[in-house]
């Protein structure tokens, strides 16, 4: 397939990309721009690993398309720590431990986000609700909660 050129706004700055116009939007950030914190777990979006906000929204950027994104804003765990500091949700993760192997934490932080944005004092079970479809093999999602809750309550650090 012929490739086509477009501009990706990415973590706030201008990408202009050169690629198949039927990758998506996953294969487009990792591969073209190099920023691989999200994952591609199961290529169906059931998973969530490759969690993206996109103009503020989760998407499983493993079922959008990259030409999709043009004119949008995207946001990747990449973007998400400013000037050098944390975002205190993703401080609030190494604090409370809410980190095994690392592979669905980018997805998980940034669903993490949204929901804080939409809900700034979610209950625990809105935080569940919230992350529910984000999947983890290696904890229980109790340090996770645990994370998400501590920023909601103003407990992080």
Do not use: W
Not at 128 to 138: K, M, S, T, V, Y
């Amino acid at each position: 397939m012929a490739k086509i050129a477009y501009t990706l706004h990415v973590n706030g700055e201008d990408h202009e990309v050169y690629a198949e116009p039927n990758l998506t939007l996953l294969e487009v950030v990792r591969d073209e721009l190099r920023l691989t914190g999200a994952k591609e777990g199961c290529g169906t979006g059931d998973c969530g690993a490759c969690t993206m906000h996109l103009d503020g929204e989760n998407v499983t950027s493993c079922l959008v398309l990259g030409v999709e994104a043009q004119g949008r804003d995207v946001l990747t765990i990449e973007g998400l720590a400013q000037d050098g500091k944390l975002h205190p949700l993703q401080q609030a993760f190494i604090d409370h431990g809410a980190l095994q192997c690392g592979f669905c934490i980018p997805g998980m932080i940034l669903s993490g986000v949204a929901l804080l944005e939409r809900n700034p004092h979610p209950t625990r079970e809105e935080i569940r609700q919230g992350i529910a479809g984000n999947l983890c093999r290696c904890t229980g999602y109790t340090k996770i909660v645990d994370a998400i809750e501590a920023v909601a309550t103003g407990v992080a650090h």
